[in-house]
Structure formats: C-alpha cells, structure tokens
C-alpha cells in the first residue's frame, strides 16, 4: 500500500480478466473507507469483531447493518465473517447479508472433504437455520 496508484491500476487490470475482489476484513486495520472508492472491489468482508456481538451490542449491531447498506450502495456485495450462533445469522439474514461463514455451518474443512461435499451436491437451505417462534 504503499504505491495506492499502482495498487489501484494492478487490480483494475485483474478486474478485466475476471477476478473478483474482497476487502478482507473490513472496518479493523488496513481496511479503510477510502479503499472502497478509490479501488475496484466486489466484496466486503465484515470482520468477526463486528458479527461476534451483534445480537447483544446496538453497537455492533448499527456497524453491522451500516457496512451492509454501504456495501450495498456501492453495488457490493457483503460476506459476515466469524457467524457462529443462529442468532447472528438470523440477524445478518433479516439485514440482507449477503453470504455469511463460520463455525455455524462448518468447521474449516480439508479440501478433500470439501471436494466431496460440493460433488454431492450439498447445499444448506436458508430454511433450515429459521429461528423457530
């Protein structure tokens, strides 16, 4: 970062051919609001700091759903990292989030086993993580 023009040329070269990108981590470190307009970015990642305590935290929870909705105004996308309970899913779910990650689902497989499961065609349904009444 320390060349932000080459930086930003680098990765408008990599968009033409396809890729596409994340700012990982969003909101902690590096990550700054200046990177979502000065670079081409697909993706928000919403750091686990903000998701851990969002359904306990007004906080967290206004970060959560501000990130969201910028991403979303700047035609992004949002991943929620770190989704461990039903209740941050239910949250991120009711707040549009996009895509969400995290011991909820799965622990971090070894790609073998990853392999197998996209193979047999396993999907999670957004049914089966409703909170019931």
Same mark, same amino acid.
């Given at each position: 970062?320390?060349d932000?023009?080459?930086?930003?040329?680098?990765?408008?070269?990599?968009?033409e051919?396809?890729?596409?990108l994340s700012?990982d981590?969003?909101g902690t470190?590096?990550?700054?609001?200046?990177?979502?307009?000065?670079f081409?970015i697909?993706?928000?990642?919403?750091?686990?700091?903000?998701?851990?305590?969002?359904?306990?935290? $007004?906080?967290d +929870?206004a970060?959560?759903? *501000?990130?969201?909705?910028?991403?979303r105004? #700047?035609?992004?996308?949002t991943?929620a @990292?770190g989704?461990?309970?039903?209740?941050?899913?239910s949250f991120?779910?009711r707040?549009h989030?996009?895509?969400?990650?995290?011991?909820?689902f799965?622990? $971090?497989?070894? +790609?073998d086993?990853?392999? *197998?499961l996209?193979?047999?065609?396993k999907? #999670?349904?957004i049914?089966?993580?409703? @909170?019931?009444?």
């Amino acid at each position: 970062m320390k060349d932000p023009d080459l930086v930003a040329q680098t990765l408008r070269q990599l968009k033409e051919i396809g890729v596409r990108l994340s700012l990982d981590d969003f909101g902690t470190g590096y990550s700054s609001l200046s990177y979502l307009k000065r670079f081409p970015i697909d993706v928000v990642k919403i750091d686990r700091a903000f998701v851990r305590d969002v359904t306990v935290s $007004a906080d967290d +929870a206004a970060l959560a759903r *501000a990130i969201i909705a910028m991403a979303r105004s #700047l035609n992004m996308s949002t991943v929620a @990292e770190g989704v461990e309970t039903l209740g941050q899913l239910s949250f991120l779910i009711r707040n549009h989030c996009d895509a969400m990650q995290g011991y909820h689902f799965s622990r $971090a497989l070894p +790609a073998d086993e990853m392999s *197998a499961l996209l193979l047999e065609g396993k999907r #999670l349904t957004i049914e089966s993580f409703a @909170e019931t009444p």
